[in-house]
């Protein structure tokens, strides 16, 4: 697996730095878990029970939640729609033990690829980011989004785990210029 990593621009459009900056950290995540076997994926830095698999398929669900949920409109696709979050609200984090690594990364490249096309259509059907989502959150949980908030989210999201793999990699094999 071959996992390229640009610095997000110096200078762009609003939507073109945002973009810069989370595929910048996208691949940050994918290459501190690339090079481990299965068993340090599932390794964790105690007292915390975060895994590198475990961040993997959180944040392959985050992707589909914020970019195929929310901002395309689509229903929860496999296996987010049959995954058993009553029991465990964190199953992202959780189900991904003894998941190869192999498939941990493609599932989190492939909703890369799948948020990354949802972004696409939204942006040609109307480039303002500062319009709402396709499908508006509970009121209950605050108003409804917009295109600029998902992505501003979702490179605060990868940033705060990029910290956290950081230590948890440098925990398994002393790595710390992934």
């Not at 058993?84 to 493609?106: F, I, K, T, V």
């Amino acid at each position: 697996m071959t996992i390229e990593r640009s610095d997000p621009p110096h200078s762009a459009d609003e939507v073109g730095m945002l973009r810069g900056f989370l595929d910048h950290y996208r691949a940050t995540i994918r290459l501190q878990a690339s090079g481990l076997s299965d068993e340090q994926l599932d390794q964790s830095l105690a007292p915390s029970d975060l895994t590198l698999g475990g961040m993997l398929k959180h944040l392959a669900f985050v992707e589909d939640y914020w970019f195929s949920h929310h901002l395309a409109g689509h229903d929860p696709a496999p296996p987010w729609d049959t995954a058993p979050w009553d029991d465990d609200p964190d199953w992202d984090w959780h189900s991904a033990s003894g998941e190869a690594h192999a498939d941990l990364d493609a599932l989190l490249a492939a909703a890369i690829v799948r948020s990354d096309a949802c972004l696409d259509a939204t942006l040609a059907a109307d480039p303002d980011p500062g319009r709402p989502v396709a499908r508006p959150r509970d009121p209950a949980r605050g108003p409804t989004v917009t295109v600029r908030w998902v992505l501003v989210h979702m490179v605060e999201e990868y940033a705060r785990h990029a910290g956290h793999a950081d230590l948890i990699r440098q925990s398994i094999d002393g790595a710390t210029d992934v």
